[in-house]
């Protein structure tokens, strides 16, 4: 096992502490809904409208876009970060996005709520270096084939910096899987709740790359015992410039917000009466 001071104590924040500091949220269960990259202010602003619509909590929305080809679109860059937050305010909703590389870090940490570290970035220590000197909370993307060690060894990299405000996010690994883009690793969930306080959320849109099976998977991530969802949604799918096959539609979106309210509701009637019983003795 690596070395570990602050990723296996009591040192990270949850999330209730992290929503109500930083995201001046007073919820448990963080939401993340947007698409995969901005690409229009009309864009981000009509998806923001129906996100708002719904139970999601934060928008997120890609302006710097890690794509495996050179000639795919890239993000619009600085101009995307500018209408996100823009978005953002009109539509009082924090807001997520991705940072790639480190000299970027000062603009994106202007505009937006939480910095995303995407999968191929998990083990960019000097990034995760920088990032540990804010406080702004850190959505920490598991890398591609990384183990649950080298996963929390990155988060440790940002705790030693002294920002306490990370979120794990299990976003899918390789395997030999063919109807997938990813294979989802729920166990991962109760294991890092059995091992450390770090909050931790599911992003099955990456998870499995397919969009008529999120709505399940996020239910079922739900039920492993996650504290939050990240999924991908776009106004008009079949066009989206990244990442279409696992955009959710406007009404997907809606099915899986109707879904994942009544399943929270069923988990705290039940840990109430867990608790309740307890109580008595019984
Ligand atoms: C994303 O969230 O758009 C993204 C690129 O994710 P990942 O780093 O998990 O591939
Ligand atoms: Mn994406």
Redesign the pocket.
Known sequence: MIEYKFALSEYPNDLQTICRNELKLDDDFLFIAGP?CIESEQQIEEIAKYVKKTNANVLRG?AF??RTSPYSFQGLGKEGLEWLSIISKEFNIPVIT?ILDVRDIEIVAKHVDIL?V???NMQNFPLLKELGKLSKPILL?RGLSATIEEWLGSAEYIFCGGNRNVILCE?GIRTFSDYTRNTLDLSVVPIIKNLCKIPIIV?PS?GTGVSNIIENMCLSAIMAGCDGIMIEVHNNPQIALS?KDQALTFEQLSSLDRSVSDLLVYKRRRKENFENRNYRGN
Do not use: F, L, M, V
Request: proline share 7%.
């Open positions: 995969c890609g876009k890690p991705e995303q995407g999968a191929r993307k976003r992003d990456h990442d």
